[in-house]
């Protein structure tokens, strides 16, 4: 928040060739960008998060409103922290990330949940750069998305990419398939120039969005984000949504996928988050017949976990019924029988749609 006090940025100790070693061993990690800043935002980026929480649109990620000072303000999360390294890992798809989306047989997963949570991936990979860091004598503290850390202004001021329309991060090299990661360090390193915005008037993102969740560029109301509304969002999904959701059973990639500037990336390499065979393309009658172990089972190490079986089957019902295929109506009936009322309702509500009273 303004008038927070940042402490003075110490004179520059670490030599240009350090930087070159930590980016060289971020680089062997597997990192496909790494760039250094100051451990402070400016204000504009407390008042743009202030602005977000009190119009509502974070819907019920209570979560957000916790620590706010300590997002907007690296050092008030850590005072020790001098600059922020910061490290992009690419999860760029092979093939076409929206391919699914007209197959009435099968679920669409976002392409980052394919395989395994990339929170355990990728905080393995900081902690190795942070003991490189270590080594040397400095205090470091390393951030995967969990922490209150605001990840893609960090990055932009470090130069990874810029926040593009989507609100998410856009690298002139890697497009928008960009994991974030952070070193908080006392180490005090040249920052690299930040990256300035090249998005010029491309409105793909904000035309692709399905369910028209931008209410202006570079603003997001995550109440109307699909992604927000099946992972996110817990109980019944309003039926103003419904049907745009499609066959989207974990997350949207709409808006990222129509980015041009992904023609500019390579495929990730990393194999730990390769899409898993059976969840490129998952029949929807499969995954209807998930029972709480089986769920638990099927998606151990896999970030589909954490939103637990219900509400997964919840989305899955939705699918079903957008599917227009007569051949899964035994199964949306059967999921109108289940335990969980959640489950139950969208299973009726699917049930009505494969007859076209929907
Ligand atoms: S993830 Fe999907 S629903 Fe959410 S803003 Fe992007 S395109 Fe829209
Ligand atoms: S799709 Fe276009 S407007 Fe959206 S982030 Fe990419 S370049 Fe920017």
Known sequence: MPGYPTKAFPPIVAAVDLKAAIAQKAAELGFAATGFTRATL???????????????????????????????????????????????????????????????????????????????????????????????????????????????????????????????????????????????????????????????????????????????????????????????????????????????????DDCLAVCPWNKFAQAGREQKLAAREDLTAPPLVELALLDEAAFRQKFTASPIKRIGRNRFIRNVAIAIGNSGNPSLLPIAERLTADADPVVAEAGAWAVKRLHGRQ
């Open 42 to 252: 400016p204000p504009e980026k407390l008042a743009y998060l202030q602005e977000f929480l009190q119009s509502g649109q974070h819907g019920s990620m209570g979560w957000m409103e916790t620590r706010v000072e300590q997002r907007a303000h690296p050092q008030a999360l850590w005072p020790e922290a001098i600059s922020v390294i910061s490290l992009g890992f690419s999860y760029a798809p092979g093939a076409d990330a929206l391919a699914n989306l007209t197959r009435k047989d099968v679920g669409n997963i976002s392409v980052y949940a394919r395989n395994r949570d990339y929170h355990d991936v990728i905080k393995g990979k900081l902690k190795h750069l942070a003991q490189f860091i270590a080594a040397r004598g400095e205090g470091v503290k390393v951030f995967v998305d969990t922490a209150p850390v605001m990840e893609k202004p960090l990055a932009e001021q470090a130069g990874l990419g810029w926040q593009g329309k989507h609100t998410n991060l856009v690298s002139r090299s890697h497009g928008s398939w960009l994991f974030l990661g952070e070193i908080y360090t006392t180490l005090a390193l040249e920052p690299d120039a930040p990256e300035r915005d090249h998005c010029g008037t491309c409105t793909a993102c904000q035309t692709a969005c399905p369910t028209q969740a931008f209410p202006e560029p570079y603003k997001l109301d995550a109440r109307r984000c699909i992604s927000y509304l099946t992972i996110e969002h817990a109980g019944p999904i309003a039926e103003e949504f419904r049907l745009y959701i499609g066959n989207r059973i974990y997350g949207c």
